[in-house]
């Protein structure tokens, strides 16, 4: 799992006016929450996290806070934009340890043509997202899951899918995740077949 490193400053003034300054200054609001441990307000840079996030292309991107007091190592739990602008208003982080297991959402991702798309049918992800139990070295960029023998109207159900290596899947009922719906590919006349 990359890892990207992040300036940030601690702050000990709060409300929405200190906010609204901080992002006049070209810098946003954060907060640094971990189990049970009171949370950390601090200022970041929305330009170099987004940059940096762009590169990765990964939302589980592990995050190394440099703060004054040390680095402290981090997962973005919650992003705020803005309704018109889009641009970045306030993040959440929540700060892991190396040694600890987490949860995390990682994408799933089909591998391979399905069958029933040679078919004619059309591919689903019914579940675009799966739970992941790891530890946050090991949090996977994707889940892949091989489809090359789903026919029209059959499914991937999550207990048939392979969690990455050092991962557990989590899931409660055993539902679908993957399927192909549409038509078959049309049927051959066997009698004019036959005339031919």
């Known amino acids: 799992m990359a890892t990207i490193s992040l300036k940030a400053t601690t702050r000990t003034d709060s409300g929405k006016?200190?906010?609204r300054k901080i992002?006049?200054?070209?810098?946003?609001?954060a907060v640094?929450?971990?189990g049970g441990d009171n949370a950390t307000s601090v200022v970041i840079d929305p330009a170099e996290i987004t940059l940096k996030f762009n590169r990765t292309g990964n939302r589980n991107t592990l995050v190394s806070l440099d703060l004054e007091s040390g680095s402290r190592l981090c997962l973005v739990r919650e992003v705020q934009r803005h309704p018109v602008s889009g641009n970045l208003r306030h993040i959440d982080f929540y700060e892991v340890d190396d040694n600890q297991f987490i949860t995390v959402l990682v994408p799933v991702e089909a591998v391979g043509t399905a069958q029933g798309i040679k078919l004619g049918g059309q591919l689903q992800l019914m579940r675009r997202d799966l739970n992941v139990r790891c530890k946050p070295a090991d949090i996977p960029s994707?889940?892949?899951?091989?489809v090359s023998e789903l026919d029209v109207g059959e499914f991937i159900r999550v207990s048939q899918v392979t969690a990455?290596?050092?991962?557990?899947l989590?899931?409660?009922?055993d539902f679908n995740v993957i399927t192909v719906v549409?038509?078959?590919g049309p049927k051959v006349d066997?009698?004019?077949?036959?005339?031919e």
Do not use: F
């Not at 994707?142 to 091989?146: A, G, N």
């Not at 990455?164 to 557990?168: H, M």
């Not at 989590?170 to 009922?173: H, L, N, R, T």
């Open 182 to 184: 549409g038509k078959r």
């Open 142 to 146: 994707t889940i892949s899951v091989e």
């Open 164 to 168: 990455p290596e050092n991962t557990e």
């Open 32 to 34: 640094v929450y971990r």
């Open 170 to 173: 989590i899931y409660g009922g």
């Open 23 to 29: 992002r006049r200054e070209g810098r946003i609001p």
């Open 190 to 195: 066997e009698e004019t077949e036959e005339a």
């Open 17 to 19: 006016g200190v906010a």
